[in-house]
């Protein structure tokens, strides 16, 4: 298991070199395009009815977009876990607490049954 | 040095806390000033630390096995004593180093909060209790520093009364906390019914057909007694340690608590369920006989559990809004993962889940302490509003992906080790190797919720003006960078940490004959007239 380990290490040296030479090299690509992207900044600027808008008010941001795709296909799922289970009421939080102590008990009759 | 003033260094560790907690608000009454109540709690939290390091470092060293203090002197059964080995000596050292860099944190975290003396005396009053349940080795004085755990936890949770969210979150917490308590003290009647011992040692010992100078023999059925006081204790302390389905007040607490002591009980409170669980189920119980098919059976429960936790806890992670509440999501699943290394009940899988429980109880509190500074400068919990505000931040941004990433399981921070280690513990089983799945998805999805938090805070545009928000005050970024340094260098170590630290304590929550051992021969050189 030491072994193993110490491979893993040795693999994430190694993979923690390319990516800093990566990381360096993008640092380098980003600061030799920096002057082309200021000079096409302004025709960027988002503008409505003549005001100029902040970013963020601009659309739905694109981690907006790929969460709602997520919960949009998890919806089953997140409905009967966050609505029906995780409701925050401690009367629900009981109920669960009771079936897992019956499901205990049941375990326990069942078991000195076998063994006896 | 000799033993018996090393087993003292334990024994003094609790007793100074909550004798500094009696004196603390004592003290608030004479003397308002709060430099003096954070002196003082920082001087006996570290006095703490020091002893604990000491108490490992002398166990790791010199002894082989646990070394006993009895309370007055009273030798056990008859007396309380406290049961230090390797493991509960470990659990210690990070208890006191947690409590240690919370009480920094909280120098500046809590400028703008009155009342400061009682926060610390609950702080203190949490720490002896965590300490009393990992060293002592009698069961109903387990039972009391529990509640002392516990209650100063309920009140750390209703600190800031005039929120009520706060309240609520107490209310809930208490009941249900008052509830596991009360459990195990039902489980601790069916104990001393069948065994007419609460002595841990002495129950191991009548479990194998010994016992302990004073106490005769078993009083009732073992089998029937064992099983029942076993899965009382598996419910009572599955709901501390927020094992889905006893997992549901904890998404609650957290969010409304202030975060040091999110990060002490996320970190540190819940694992001392869990190692309780473990000195139960392992050390005490494990390898009797007549309780190998409930230990069994109860390992099972654990594996079953442990994977609900992981998949609740990845699954409802990436919901959040709330960032206390997304990284509170984060425990429930990383307790599933320490469950399930726990349920294998071998020394590989024990081995996984014990070092998983210390890179979980530092990479943890790390998060609860960045998420607590961000929230701290930027006065929100939303992470739609905290946009933007990472950037402002970069040291509290830099630990925060640190603990995220180590969580996540990315190499070569400490949580991947041990989830590594957990992985292979599943897959030398054969039969349970399948559920190596459950560790790998939830992992990704646990990086993807990790990720979002990070994102919201640091990559996405602002949505208000954040021109005056600020890096945090020095005493709360120092003990984020102290933690993040833990999760790197234990990750470059681990191989190191696991063949020197982990394994070691492993050892020793297997042995029962030396745990047991230990006691019986402290009682009949004390009743031969020795010591």
């Known amino acids: 298991m030491m072994s193993l380990l110490a491979s893993v290490l040795e693999a994430t040296f190694v993979i923690t070199l390319v990516l800093v030479i990566l990381l360096i090299a993008y640092g380098l690509s980003v600061r030799a395009t920096r002057a082309v992207m200021r000079s096409s900044e302004e025709k960027r600027r988002p503008f409505a009815c003549g005001e100029l808008l902040r970013p963020s008010e601009t659309g739905v941001p694109d981690a907006s977009m790929y969460w709602a795709i997520w919960r949009k296909l998890f919806r089953s799922l997140y409905n009967t876990l966050r609505d029906k289970i995780h409701t925050g009421v401690l009367s629900d939080w009981l109920f669960w607490m009771i079936i897992f102590m019956a499901v205990l008990v049941i375990a326990l009759v069942v078991m000195m049954v076998w063994a006896y | ?531």
């Open chain 2, 1 to 531: 040095m000799d033993s018996t003033i090393i087993a003292q260094m334990a024994a003094l560790q609790p007793f100074l806390a909550i004798a500094s907690a009696f004196v603390l608000p004592l003290l608030g009454l004479v003397v308002k000033e709060r430099a003096l109540w954070e002196s003082f709690t920082l001087t006996i939290v570290t006095a703490n630390f020091c002893l604990s390091a000491l108490l490992v470092y002398n166990l790791y060293t010199s002894f082989t096995q646990p070394l006993i203090y009895a309370f007055g002197a009273w030798p056990p059964p008859i007396g309380i004593v406290y049961e230090v080995d390797r493991a509960s000596a470990l659990m210690g050292l990070l208890i006191t180093g947690l409590v240690l860099t919370a009480t920094v944190f909280s120098l500046s975290y809590m400028r703008h909060d009155t009342g400061l003396q009682y926060y610390y005396t609950l702080l203190l009053g949490l720490e002896a209790g965590m300490l009393g349940c990992v060293y002592t080795g009698d069961a109903f004085n387990l039972f009391v520093m529990l509640e002392v755990m516990s209650i100063s936890s309920y009140g750390l949770v209703a600190f800031r009364r005039h929120i009520p969210e706060a309240v609520e979150a107490a209310i809930k917490y208490a009941m249900v906390g008052a509830i596991a308590t009360t459990v195990y003290f039902i489980a601790l009647i069916f104990a001393y019914g069948t065994f007419g011992t609460l002595n841990m040692a002495d129950l191991a010992l009548k479990l194998r057909g010994s016992t302990l100078p004073v106490t005769g023999p078993p009083l009732g059925n073992v089998f029937l007694g064992s099983a029942i006081f076993l899965a009382l204790v598996f419910w009572s302390f599955s709901l501390k340690a927020a094992i889905v389905p006893n997992h549901f007040w904890l998404p609650d607490a957290y969010p409304a608590a202030p975060s040091p002591f999110a990060a002490l009980s996320s970190g540190i409170a819940v694992k001392v369920a869990i190692f309780v669980m473990i000195r139960y189920l392992f050390t005490i119980f494990g390898g009797a006989p007549l309780a190998i098919p409930i230990v069994q059976a109860l390992n099972y429960a654990l594996i079953a559990l442990g994977v609900a936790s992981a998949i609740v806890g990845s699954t409802l992670i990436l919901l959040q809004r709330d960032i206390k509440r997304l990284i509170a999501y984060g425990t429930i699943l990383n307790m599933g993962y320490i469950a399930m290394g726990m349920g294998l009940g071998n020394q590989s899988g024990l081995t996984a889940a014990l070092f998983h429980l210390v890179n979980h109880g530092i990479g943890k509190s790390l998060l609860f302490m960045a998420a607590g500074a961000i929230i701290h400068v930027a006065g929100t919990r939303d992470l739609d509003e905290l946009a933007g505000v990472g950037k402002k931040m970069p040291l509290t941004s830099t630990a925060f992906l640190i603990g995220a990433l180590a969580l996540a399981g990315a190499p070569p921070l400490n949580g991947f080790m041990s989830k590594l280690l957990l992985f292979t513990a599943y897959l030398e089983t054969g039969w349970l190797a399948p559920l190596v799945v459950v560790i790998v998805i939830t992992s990704v999805l646990a990086l993807m919720g990790y990720f979002k938090a990070f994102y919201h805070v640091y990559a996405r545009q602002p949505v208000r003006d954040i021109s005056l928000i600020k890096e945090a005050p020095r005493s709360m970024v120092a003990p984020l960078l102290v933690l993040a340094g833990l999760c790197i260098v234990l990750g470059l170590i681990a191989p190191l940490f696991v063949d020197g630290v982990i394994s070691p304590a492993v050892s020793s929550l297997f042995d029962h004959q030396g745990y047991a051992s230990a006691a019986q021969t402290f009682a009949q050189t004390i009743f031969r007239g020795g010591r």
